[in-house]
């Protein structure tokens, strides 16, 4: 199995791992030191030699920090994980923050000992998070030290070592544009921005400029890897040559000059030295990037990573892909929900859900010869309670039954060479309470109202975020994360800088593909989310407007538990859009299933309402 189910948070370990780093403190000159999730290609899944805050605190989800002062500590997170890292950490050593309502600098502002010393590793925070920890620390006398090594790797004796990962070439039927193509733009946005080069320290900018993929991560199938592109001459790749075969080389070298990642500090030194003018994207590259520009007399331009805006902008052949594997994701999920719904009441529990969820992947990409080739993210399947932590993980340990008048909420996606595939279904278990099918159609309404949304050119994702609420918000309820993300072409599930959430400041543009996934949780009782991917499509005319306009089409394929529907409570045009939404379902899907035993469930599935 890909996944693994094995309890990877040590809370209990925490309190001597902490000590461990203050004994350092003063060899350091430092009097705390904070410790991000994100590596140091500030990732937001990591490889598992870089897994400190996990390793130093317990605590496992994919955003957070801590800050561990002499005498106390406190790990931020943010609302989707709040009750995990409660669950996860040791309550006598860290305080909790919510990062949100209280980020580290507001915190450092009122908090902070007057003249305290900071300590942090720059390659593993952005320049802004940098300048705001600096602001807050200046009000109270003190200030940041730039470590020289990592802090916790200096007391983490079996650290893992760095991946390996194999380098693939993405095929140009996928990619849909050539990497010398890609690269050509890159250099021209070299010279229309006045720099000598554009510096590329987002794994996933290098993959899909020069249409690779790699194995370094469980989830996001990018080679960790940094790239230079000047605005003349020949780009310079900076990745371990271990990960390049005899093809990937060959192919590379075509393009670009390879040199292994220790030689990234001299190169970034060589451009300041010679006193370049250098672009770098401050959210996306590490402090320690501009830096070392800085500190060899070059001049760092700060704007947005080049290849950003292009990745999130899927062309017609990457649209047309993730299309095709859409279907296929679609028809293993129906397998694994026929399945499940033909399970004795109370007897299938959570870690069962996923690993045969995961078996109906990989068994229909053998079918339809698009394997699968990893989760897109370790599957969400809470069951109850569980199911009302927003990022709930299971282990051996919080595993348990599917219970009769319980739901279960699958949160999960697949990785294929063609696409990438993200998808949360809510299921019922039996007959469950009215209550949960009124938050369930509530949350149903606001998943509804995006996908049938159309909007003018200029539109951000905060803008119509609300639409997905409206219905909670008229109830009195409300969700702790965002309506969706961006996502990738066989890349990260989760990418910028398209979103819809209450800081989503991209507008949205022909060609992005983004979640579009409102929930509810109740702490302690159960969860609901509902997600299918959607695509922004070209301006379109509506009768009797003026203007065209953007809209939505649904990627996904997979029916909606109508037995946790109330009917009520649609109006007659979310009546329709369900029922036809089932229509396509059914139509698209059922080809792919054959004779299949759940093809005869999937015609129930998706019977109108």
């Not at 009750?83 to 860290?94: L, P």
């Not at 940098?130 to 790797?153: F, I, Q, Y």
């Not at 538990?561 to 089932?582: I, Q």
Request: aromatic share 6%; glycine share 8%; net charge negative.
């Amino acid at each position: 199995m890909l996944q693994s189910f094995d309890v990877l948070s040590s809370p209990e370990q925490a309190a001597g791992r902490v000590a461990r780093l203050r004994a350092r403190f003063d060899e350091w000159g430092v009097d705390a030191i904070a410790v991000p999730r994100s590596d140091e290609y500030l990732g937001e899944y990591v490889p598992e030699c870089a897994e400190r805050l996990a390793w130093l605190t317990g605590f496992t989800g994919s955003a957070g920090l801590v800050l561990v002062l002499r005498d106390s500590a406190e790990i931020f997170v943010d609302g989707r994980y709040s009750a995990q890292a409660r669950a996860q950490t040791d309550a006598s050593v860290f305080g909790c923050q919510d990062m949100v309502a209280t980020p580290l600098s507001a915190w450092l502002e009122t908090h902070a000992p007057d003249g305290m010393r900071l300590g942090i590793d720059p390659w593993t925070w952005p320049t802004g998070s940098v300048r705001r920890m600096e602001a807050a620390l200046a009000k109270t006398g003190g200030s940041l030290v730039m470590l020289e090594h990592n802090p916790v790797d200096a007391v983490w004796s079996d650290r893992p070592h760095p991946p390996l990962g194999e380098v693939t070439i993405q095929p140009l039927d996928y990619a849909g544009r050539p990497a010398r193509e890609k690269l050509e733009t890159m250099a021209q946005a070299a010279s229309d921005a006045g720099v000598r080069a554009v510096v590329l320290a987002d794994p996933s900018s290098v993959a899909w400029t020069f249409n690779i993929r790699g194995q370094d991560l469980p989830s996001t199938p990018h080679p960790l890897s940094r790239a230079i592109i000047p605005a003349k001459g020949r780009p310079v790749v900076f990745i371990d040559k271990r990960k390049t075969g005899i093809e990937a080389e060959a192919y590379l070298t075509q393009l670009a000059d390879l040199k292994p990642p220790s030689d990234f500090d001299d190169a970034l030194r060589a451009l300041g030295a010679s006193g370049s003018v250098v672009m770098v994207d401050p959210d996306a590259a590490s402090h320690a990037i501009p830096m070392l520009i800085a500190e060899a007399g070059g001049t760092v331009k700060q704007a947005q990573d080049p290849a950003r805006l292009p990745r999130a902008i899927k062309n017609p052949a990457e649209i047309a892909a993730s299309a095709s594997v859409h279907c296929q994701d679609g028809a293993a999920m129906v397998r694994f929900l026929a399945w499940l719904d033909a399970q004795d009441p109370g007897s299938v529990d959570e870690i069962s859900a996923a690993q045969h969820l995961e078996e109906c992947r990989r068994q229909m990409g053998e079918t339809l010869q698009m394997p699968l080739k990893a989760l897109s993210f370790d599957t969400i399947s809470g069951s109850g309670p569980n199911a009302a932590i927003i990022h709930y993980r299971v282990n051996t340990t919080t595993n348990r039954r599917l219970q009769p008048g319980e739901m279960l909420l699958v949160d999960s996606g697949g990785q294929y060479v063609a696409g990438t595939t993200d998808i949360t279904r809510t299921i019922a278990s039996g007959e469950v309470p009215d209550e949960q099918k009124r938050f369930f159609t509530l949350v149903l309404k606001g998943m509804i109202a995006i996908s049938e949304l159309r909007f003018p050119e200029g539109t951000r994702g905060m803008d119509i975020d609300p639409f997905a609420r409206l219905a909670l918000w008229q109830a009195g309820a409300d969700f702790a994360h965002g309506t969706g993300h961006g996502v990738g072409s066989y890349l990260s599930v989760h990418e910028g800088p398209q979103s819809i959430s209450k800081r989503g400041m991209q507008e949205l543009l022909p060609g992005m593909i983004l979640s579009n996934e409102p929930g509810y949780y109740r702490d302690g009782a159960f969860g609901i989310r509902i997600e299918n991917l959607v695509t922004v499509h070209e301006p379109r005319e509506i009768e009797g407007g003026d203007k065209p306009m953007l809209g939505f089409e649904t990627l996904t394929l997979c029916p909606i538990d109508t037995r946790l529907v109330v009917a009520e409570m649609l109006n007659s045009s979310e009546r329709a859009w369900l029922n036809a939404y089932h229509a396509r379902v059914r139509r698209e899907l059922a080809p792919l299933l054959g004779g299949d035993p759940a093809a005869q469930w999937l015609d129930q599935a998706t019977a109108a309402i």
